[in-house]
């Protein structure tokens, strides 16, 4: 018999009605032998991640400050659902115990990892299953980053002796033993790593949505799902802001061969997203997979005649943004113009240094930096076989009266990127999903 590694995100384990339905999608197959559970998410939209809310704790324990309200609201969430689910152990020593810890560590990892532990521990108890502490099998090295194989090592061994198990996600720790988090999100790469780990043939990643979606359902009324995704192209999607997985949850599976499916824990008769290695059939089958974005990047543009037969003259532009450490996203150009887009959280307040380091360097005509700029990729292995795909897209975008800043498409043929006003880009969005999906 295979195994399946079962990851629930925040709004999965919201509260006792949706521990509920997590129980009985665990027991309705045998394979579902590991668990990795989020911390509590929102039960609605106005309501407060508890890891968010463990932040604050840490913010306020940081300047010395009461954060005793803040905790408590934790607290009365997490007593809620062992009480509503009749369960008996000491949630009150728990509680005492994290709420002090917080104040010792004074570590923002720490503190956020308390979600998860948490939550962990309910959810062992609930399910009847071994606990096991993130903070035992997932490893970081010194400097705080991931270490997978020794990881997968020292996870593998301590699996093999459990049947059944809870692992908490988003944290592991430092060689020192200290609790070190993932970025936010993180506990997709947790249950990723599990999965991997334990020679799953398949990693269950259940949310809120009935899988990968065209596009995001914040901006796209009611988007279809899609049936089958290949981990590059969700690499591109997540990558370009399609946040239903964590980025480097990829990684782990596609590494081992073992597809992830998206469910969706509140219709679990769906049969989601599934994401596979390998183009198929399916994946030629329409023009697009899918479509995602996001805002907030910077276009630098050098002009310079002749740019074209003046050696070295792409790496001085681009070494100028290595000289202050800022990496970039794309780099379209032209005969005699080279852009540069840069998200801004990256350029931050260097974006004068840069332009003038340039101007020093590689003495252009003229060079400008716009800023408001969003990207928009649209994604998919049928556009290499579908004739007429790019005339679509930007027909799409002018009959919207979207201008395009920039264009980009990848040597792949996997991908088009285009540059919007900020102002327009959920306008062309739709504009790109309705040209491709309600036709
Ligand atoms: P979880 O808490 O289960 O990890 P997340 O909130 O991290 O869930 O991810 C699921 C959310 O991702 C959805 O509720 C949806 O709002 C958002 N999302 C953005 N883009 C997409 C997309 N293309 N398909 C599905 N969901 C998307
Ligand atoms: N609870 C963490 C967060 O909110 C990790 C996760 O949900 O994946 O970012
Ligand atoms: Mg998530």
């Not at 001085?316 to 794309?330: C, K, N």
Request: hydrophobic share 40%.
């Amino acid at each position: 018999m295979g195994i399946r590694v079962a990851k629930f995100g925040g709004s999965s384990l919201a509260d006792a009605s949706q521990f509920r339905k997590v129980k009985e999608i665990v027991l309705a197959d045998p394979r579902r032998v590991y668990v990795v559970p989020s911390a509590p998410g929102k039960r609605n939209s106005s309501d407060i991640k508890i890891t968010d809310m463990l932040y604050q704790c840490y913010a306020l324990a940081e300047r010395e400050q009461s954060y005793d309200e803040v905790f408590d609201r934790i607290a009365q969430r997490y007593m809620e659902i062992v009480q509503d689910l009749n369960l008996d152990f000491d949630i009150h020593g728990l509680l005492d115990e994290v709420r002090k810890g917080i104040g010792r560590a004074k570590s923002p990892d720490y503190s956020a990892s308390r979600g998860e532990y948490i939550n962990g521990v309910i959810l062992a108890n609930y399910l009847g299953w071994d606990f096991i502490d993130a903070k035992d099998v997932i490893k970081f090295d010194r400097q705080g980053n991931f270490a997978a194989e020794w990881t997968n090592e020292v996870l593998g061994e301590e699996l093999a002796k459990h049947q059944h198990a809870v692992i908490p996600g988003f944290y592991g720790s430092f060689p020192n033993g200290e609790v070190r988090t993932f970025s936010r999100g993180g506990s997709d790469i947790s249950g990723a790593v599990v999965a991997r780990a334990a020679r799953a043939d398949l990693y269950e990643n259940w949310t809120d949505v009935s899988g990968f979606l065209m596009a995001d359902p914040r901006i796209v009324e009611n988007p279809r799902s899609i049936e089958q995704l290949t981990y590059r192209e969700l690499r591109e999607l997540s990558y370009m802001g399609a946040t239903v997985l964590h980025e480097d949850a990829i990684f782990p599976v596609h590494k081992a061969g073992i597809p992830t499916n998206i469910r969706n824990t509140n219709d679990p008769s769906h049969p989601g997203t599934m994401i596979v290695a390998q183009p198929s059939e399916v994946s030629y089958r329409h023009p697009i997979t899918g479509i995602a974005g996001h805002k907030d990047f910077t276009l630098i543009s050098v002009e310079k005649a002749m740019m074209n037969a003046e050696l070295g003259f792409g790496r001085r532009v681009l070494q100028a943004l290595e000289d202050f450490g800022v990496s970039f996203e794309h780099l379209p150009s032209g005969i005699d113009s080279m852009c540069v887009v840069v998200a801004d959280k990256e350029l931050k307040q260097r974006k004068d240094q840069i332009i003038e380091r340039i101007r020093e360097t590689c003495q252009p005509d003229s060079i400008e930096a716009s800023s408001g700029l969003a990207l928009i990729a649209t994604v998919g292995y049928g556009m290499v076989r579908t004739r007429g795909t790019a005339a679509r897209l930007f027909q799409a975008l002018y009959e919207a009266n979207v201008n395009v800043r920039m264009i980009d498409q990848g040597s792949s043929e996997l991908n088009i990127i285009v540059g919007v006003d900020v102002a327009d880009f959920e306008i062309a969005l739709r504009a790109i999903y309705n040209a491709f999906v309600n036709v």
